[in-house]
């Protein structure tokens, strides 16, 4: 192992969702992101790191997409995308969603080790 390595405690002000997700980047540039968010409506969510951690209002004070490369946004899939675009998550009937992704644009080549010394960030 050894890659660098970032946590993110989820918590909705207003409701029950909550969770935390695990984020390692190999040093192959593959990061997986691991974890569970509990309290969701069933189906699909979308799934983005924004800019800030700021959330004294909500997701209204997380800033846009994490764009480092200001690029378009897109798929998680697509070349053209914000590194911080990762597509949706799925809740079950159960508001579980447990996450396992591998992405190759998050890191972006830097932004682990940036944000972890600069201003922990906001995955949603
Ligand atoms: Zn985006």
Same mark, same amino acid.
């Given at each position: ?7 993110? +405690?989820?918590?909705?002000? =207003? ?10 980047? =190999?040093?192959?540039? +593959? ?22 951690? =700021? *959330? *004294?209002?909500?997701?209204?004070? *997380? &800033? ?7 690029? =378009? ?10 590194? &911080?675009?990762? &597509? ?6 159960? &508001? ?9 644009? +998050? ?18």
């Amino acid at each position: 192992m050894g890659g660098l390595k970032a946590v993110a +405690v989820i918590t909705g002000g =207003d409701n029950s969702i909550k969770g935390s997700l695990q984020f390692l980047q =190999d040093h192959n540039g +593959v990061t997986h992101v691991r974890g569970k968010i509990v309290g969701l409506k069933p189906g699909l969510h979308g799934f983005h790191i924004h800019a800030l951690g =700021d *959330t *004294t209002n909500g997701c209204n004070s *997380t &800033g846009p997409h994490f764009n480092p490369l200001n690029k =378009d946004h897109g798929g998680p899939l697509d070349a053209i995308r914000h590194a &911080g675009d990762l &597509g949706n998550i799925v809740a079950g009937q159960d &508001g579980v969603a447990e996450v396992s992704i591998e992405d190759y644009h +998050v890191s972006s080549g830097f932004n682990l080790q940036c944000k972890a010394s600069d201003q922990a960030p906001l995955y949603l």
